[in-house]
């Protein structure tokens, strides 16, 4: 019946894929099929462990063409729900991780207010909702000029500081930290320097994507 009524509403309402635009078909949702294969076919299998962190994982090679237009809609293209989804994907091809919380990578009051909303925070949704993981949002962010434009080393000096805590944490909780894209690694782990300094006995850092 479902199917019927999917396929009722397609005809009248067509849905498209978030990143390619085109028509989805019945138990397609926000990705079509071959969008879908992309983002498998980018998955990375190398790893780059960042000090600080007990440990690190990014999911997709960023230099990947699929992936930069995925990320570009997730950032730029007013599709939160796309940042939702890949985090639904990611969660069921992967165990759920062995912590008491997600925490989402801020974005500053300016940042959030221009953009209409986090982009993180609609992926580890995602996320929590296939893992059944409660979501803490208790980081906050100063606005500062944007990463993309500064040069590598200036970016390390920009994460420094940037980021404080809006409430206790439990005393030594485990966190899965996540952001959107690794660059240099600078923003993940000044994030989870003030994790730790709240109390966090682990932090694990995750990211959509790596960009190295
Ligand atoms: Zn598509």
Same mark, same amino acid.
């Given at each position: 019946?479902?199917?019927?009524?999917?396929?009722?509403?397609?005809?009248?309402?067509?849905?498209?894929?978030?990143?390619?635009?085109?028509?989805?078909?019945?138990?397609?949702?926000?990705?079509?099929?071959?969008?879908?294969?992309?983002?498998?076919?980018?998955?990375?299998?190398?790893?780059?462990?960042?000090?600080?962190?007990?440990?690190?994982?990014?999911?997709?090679?960023?230099?990947?063409?699929?992936?930069?237009?995925?990320?570009?809609?997730?950032?730029?293209?007013?599709?939160?729900?796309?940042?939702?989804?890949?985090?639904?994907?990611?969660?069921?091809?992967?165990?759920? !991780?062995?912590?008491?919380?997600?925490?989402?990578?801020?974005? %500053?009051?300016?940042? #959030?207010?221009?953009?209409?909303?986090? &982009? *993180?925070?609609?992926?580890?949704?995602?996320?929590?909702?296939?893992?059944?993981?409660?979501?803490?949002?208790?980081?906050?962010?100063?606005?500062? !000029?944007?990463?993309?434009?500064?040069?590598?080393?200036?970016? %390390?000096?920009?994460? #420094?500081?940037?980021?404080?805590?809006? &409430? *206790?944490?439990?005393?030594?909780?485990?966190?899965?930290?996540?952001?959107?894209?690794?660059?240099?690694?600078?923003?993940?782990?000044?994030?989870?320097?003030?994790?730790?300094?709240?109390?966090?006995?682990?932090?694990?850092?995750?990211?959509?994507?790596?960009?190295?």
């Amino acid at each position: 019946m479902y199917f019927f009524w999917r396929s009722f509403w397609d005809k009248i309402w067509p849905r498209v894929c978030y990143s390619c635009a085109c028509e989805l078909v019945l138990a397609e949702s926000t990705l079509c099929s071959t969008c879908l294969d992309e983002v498998h076919a980018a998955q990375l299998s190398v790893q780059h462990p960042l000090p600080l962190l007990d440990s690190t994982e990014c999911w997709l090679d960023f230099d990947a063409k699929p992936v930069q237009r995925f990320m570009h809609q997730v950032k730029f293209g007013q599709r939160p729900e796309m940042a939702f989804r890949l985090g639904q994907l990611y969660a069921a091809t992967h165990e759920p !991780p062995h912590v008491d919380a997600l925490v989402p990578a801020p974005l %500053s009051w300016r940042r #959030h207010w221009v953009r209409g909303y986090n &982009q *993180s925070e609609w992926l580890v949704r995602g996320l929590a909702q296939e893992w059944q993981l409660p979501v803490w949002r208790v980081l906050r962010k100063k606005h500062r !000029p944007p990463q993309a434009k500064m040069k590598l080393e200036d970016r %390390s000096k920009s994460a #420094h500081g940037a980021y404080w805590l809006a &409430q *206790s944490l439990p005393p030594g909780c485990r966190l899965q930290l996540w952001d959107d894209t690794l660059t240099t690694g600078a923003t993940l782990q000044a994030m989870a320097v003030v994790l730790y300094r709240g109390g966090a006995s682990e932090v694990h850092g995750a990211t959509l994507a790596r960009a190295l």
